[in-house]
């Protein structure tokens, strides 16, 4: 996962464990060796491969634990 000039983060769709999953508007859970995150995917961008296209991620500054924790107290199912 790396950054680009508009200060989103990005990776290629190969790295996805389930391509139909990632669509625009859609949360995904991305990690590294430091930690698992939100993101909510922004874009497909083809300019680069037309087979491995690189997804456009705004990370959101909250782990996966802490929204379970939030959902917990307000007691809405995960």
């Given amino acids: 996962m790396l950054g680009d000039g508009d200060e989103y983060n990005w990776t290629v769709l190969s790295r996805a464990r389930n391509v139909a999953d990632v669509v625009p508007g859609s949360a995904v859970v991305m990690g590294s060796g430091i930690g698992n995150y939100l993101a909510k ?7 680069a491969s037309d087979d491995d296209p690189m997804v456009v991620l705004d990370l959101v500054p909250l782990t996966p634990h802490a929204v379970e924790q939030a959902l917990a107290r307000a007691r809405v199912p995960v």
């Avoid at 995917?41 to 300019?47: K, P, R, S, V």
């Fill in 41 to 47: 995917i922004i874009a497909w961008d083809f300019e």
